[in-house]
C-alpha cells in the first residue's frame, strides 16, 4: 500500500510548514521544560495571572525570574503565599527589608503584603515578556499541549516514517 510518493515526501521535507513544525516541536520541548517547576540555566519563567503590578506587569504577561543571594528596595520578586491552604506565586516589588524579612507591595495594591521570608522568595523577576503568559498557560491545557507539541511530532514522525519507507523500498529495487 502506497501512503505517499517518494517526491511528495522530499518536497514536504524541505517545505516550510515542515520545517516550522519541527521548530515549534523543538520549542516546544524547551519551553515546557523551561515552564517546568525545575529551573533550568538558573531561570524560571512564570505566568502573571492578575493585576496586581499593573502597570509594570499586565495579566497575561510572562515574567523571567532568577534567583539571587539578596534583594534590594525596588526589585520585583516571585515568593510563595499560602493562600487558602493552597501554595501560590505572588511577583510584587520589595519596598522596604526589615530584620530578615522582605516588605511587598504591589504597585496597584494600596497596602503592603505580609513580610516575606527569604526561603519563600523564587527569585528576581529579571524579564516581562507581554502576553506570551497567556499563551503558556494555553500550552499547558490538553489542548495546547496537543496542537504544540503532539500534532508537530506525529507529523514529522509520519514523514520521516515514508521516507524511510522509500529509502529502503529504492535500496530492494
Known amino acids: 500500500m502506497q501512503f505517499l510518493g517518494e ?3 522530499q518536497r514536504i521535507r524541505r517545505s ?4 516550522s513544525m519541527v521548530i515549534v516541536f523543538v520549542a516546544g520541548c524547551v519551553i515546557a521544560r523551561l515552564h517546568s517547576s525545575n529551573m533550568l540555566i538558573g531561570i524560571k519563567l512564570l505566568n502573571n495571572v492578575s493585576y496586581s503590578m499593573s502597570p509594570r506587569i ?17 526589585d520585583i520578586i ?4 499560602n493562600f487558602n491552604n ?4 505572588i511577583s510584587h516589588r520589595v519596598i522596604g527589608i526589615g530584620g530578615n524579612t522582605y516588605i511587598t507591595q504591589g504597585d496597584a495594591n494600596v497596602i503592603p503584603d505580609e513580610p516575606v521570608i527569604p526561603r519563600l522568595i523564587l ?42 519507507y522509500w529509502e529502503l523500498s529504492d535500496k530492494n529495487a
Open 58 to 74: 499586565h495579566q497575561g504577561d510572562l515574567t523571567i525570574i532568577r534567583k539571587y543571594p539578596s534583594y534590594k528596595v525596588g
Open 123 to 164: 527569585g528576581k523577576v529579571i524579564a516581562i515578556i507581554p502576553f506570551l503568559g497567556s499563551f503558556f498557560f494555553f500550552l499547558s491545557t490538553t489542548i495546547g499541549l496537543t496542537v504544540a507539541i503532539f500534532i508537530p511530532a506525529v507529523t514529522v514522525v509520519a514523514i520521516e516514517l515514508a521516507q524511510i
Open 86 to 89: 493552597k501554595e501560590i506565586v
Open 7 to 9: 517526491k511528495t515526501v
Open 78 to 81: 516571585a515568593y510563595l503565599y
Open 16 to 19: 516550510p510548514l515542515y520545517i
